[in-house]
């Protein structure tokens, strides 16, 4: 008895993590959300440089069919009319090719989902390819979904304590869709099929909140596995992360969610946002480990952010202390110490500027979504594109080059200054004082000249860095300065002045295979 009880507690052990690895290639540890990108442009992102720069994977906004609304705002790609793969991002060839170009390029692709909804009353309602739907009678032919597939009686999400209300009732006037309903799993199963057909690692779940867990294990257990012929491992299951927002307080609990996928957790933004805006002490971090305190999900099981295309504009989580690129050092500090940080899978947020919440992405007079244009690096025609912050993706490299070691040799004032070590192979500072930090810590690193990735890199055949460099001693000690008027409050080393041409090749041109 105890032999059959081990042998089936070790099945569905191995049955909980089976859509918890985001298949990256290599060693690469991070997504980035282009989010609004066109398909023909993330390809060649891909290929130009989230791939030489050690980016594992993108997020792209969703890919089915939407209902078009007025004005173009960005909400509408999460009105879904059909499941035909178009959008203002392309075309299903245009997605396919897409995928393929950047998986040579060693960069994954994960799709966002929505499957919790249909659209919200339209007349007339089309989609972007031209698709009719009668939502005010619950038709959606083109899926097709009738009446019958959507939950009764209609009702509207009003009280957050009513877990049924939660998941049954609709959310903002979106027809809720009822996923017990056999007809309503098989068209989803169908549609994340082919998905998984055009070769996408993963699929992030809008509003899992919204949909009953037992539901949705349903649907994942019905779901192809990813093909080797498109890289991925034999018998790997795809990766899927679920929007389930719980700060607390409330009848829905993300913990309901990680038996069987990851989920993406609110709470730690929202943390880090306080940290790094000096309303919270960040010499408490050194417990960050610790997730019972502070109401995390265990690392292995939490998708994690600074910030997402819903919360950078009040909406979501958060409120006022959600970091965005429009506060650029605080922001840049806290997704340094994300990736710095062993803790979960990071995603790096890459967003387009905007005054009203509402607005959709740069386009042309047609609402023809344009491309990002990029001089020395950075974007410029309204995408603000915060992967491409030098700070950002070095350290990205930063966190894949630290892979699998500890935290050690930890510092802190007892207030706003703080330091820490990845093993021997890197170290951060961190400074959100009002008063400078100028003191000799234990790096852990090897002795030699380092260069300060946050603030420039090494210039390789002329043993200097452009720019700060820090002397490590033969004690791996080293003076750590932050100026508290300094440009950037962080500081990180991980590669030596003295690097061999090797080492820039390997560091600047990220090799994927």
């Known amino acids: 008895m105890m032999l059959l009880f081990s042998l089936g507690f070790i099945s569905l052990l191995l049955f909980a993590i089976a859509y918890k690895n985001p298949h990256y290639v ?110 005010n009678k619950l038709l959606y032919p083109a899926v097709p979904y009738s009446s019958n597939d959507f939950n009764h009686p209609t009702c509207t999400v009003q009280n957050y304590n009513n877990a049924t209300e939660v998941r049954n009732c609709e959310l903002s006037g979106l027809h809720d869709l009822n996923q017990s309903n056999l007809h309503v799993r098989d068209r989803i199963v169908q549609f994340l099929n082919t998905l998984i057909d055009l070769g996408v690692a993963g699929i992030r779940i809008d509003a899992a909140k919204h949909m009953w867990p037992n539901d949705l294990n349903a649907i994942y257990h019905k779901i192809k596995k990813l093909s080797s012929k498109n890289g991925f491992p034999q018998d790997a299951e795809c990766y899927i992360y679920q929007e ?24 730690y933004g929202i943390i880090l946002g306080k940290m790094f805006r000096g309303q919270d002490s960040l010499s408490r971090l050194q417990t960050f480990n610790d997730t019972n305190t502070w109401n995390l999900t265990s690392s292995d099981n939490a998708l994690i952010m600074i910030d997402n295309h819903d919360n950078q504009r ?127 810590l234990q790096t852990g690193l090897p002795e030699g000249t380092y260069c300060d990735i ?39 080393l991980h590669i030596q002045v003295s690097a061999t041409k090797s080492d820039k090749e390997k560091y600047n041109r990220y090799d994927s295979r």
């Open 26 to 135: 290599g060693n690469r540890t991070s997504m980035v959300h282009l989010f609004e990108w066109k398909f023909s442009d993330i390809a060649k992102e891909c290929e130009d440089f989230l791939g030489p720069m050690g980016y594992g994977g993108v997020q792209v906004s969703p890919i089915s069919e939407n209902l078009v609304i007025n004005g173009r705002p960005w909400f509408e790609r999460y009105q879904p009319i059909s499941y035909k793969i178009i959008s203002r991002s392309g075309t299903k060839s245009e997605f396919s090719n897409m995928v393929q170009r950047c998986s040579k390029a060693g960069v994954r692709i994960y799709v966002d989902a929505v499957i919790n909804h249909m659209t919200a009353n339209a007349q007339p309602a089309y989609g972007v390819g031209h698709t009719p739907a009668q939502p």
């Open 314 to 440: 009040g909406h979501g989580a958060g409120g006022a202390t959600i970091l965005t690129h429009k506060d650029p050092k605080p922001y840049k500090m806290a997704v340094a110490f994300m990736l710095a940080h062993p803790y979960g899978h990071p995603r790096i947020m890459s967003s387009y500027a905007f005054t009203d919440p509402n607005q959709g992405p740069p386009a042309d007079p047609y609402d023809s979504i344009i491309s990002p244009k990029i001089i020395n690096d950075e974007c410029v025609n309204g995408w603000v594109c915060e992967h491409r912050w030098p700070q950002i993706y070095h350290m990205v490299r930063f966190r894949n080059l630290v892979k699998g070691e500890k935290i050690q040799n930890w510092w802190s004032n007892g207030k706003n200054q703080i330091a820490f070590s990845r093993g021997a192979k890197g170290f951060v500072a961190f400074n959100v004082e009002g008063t400078n930090l100028q003191k000799r």
């Open 454 to 492: 946050i603030t420039g890199e090494a210039i390789y055949g002329h043993s200097k860095c452009s720019g700060k460099s820090v002397q490590v001693g033969n004690d791996s000690t080293a003076l750590i300065e932050i100026l508290s008027n300094a440009t950037e409050g962080v500081l990180a």
């Open 244 to 267: 389930v927002i719980d700060l607390g307080g409330e009848a829905v609990k993300k913990f309901e969610y990680t038996d069987f996928a990851n989920v993406i957790d609110f709470s």
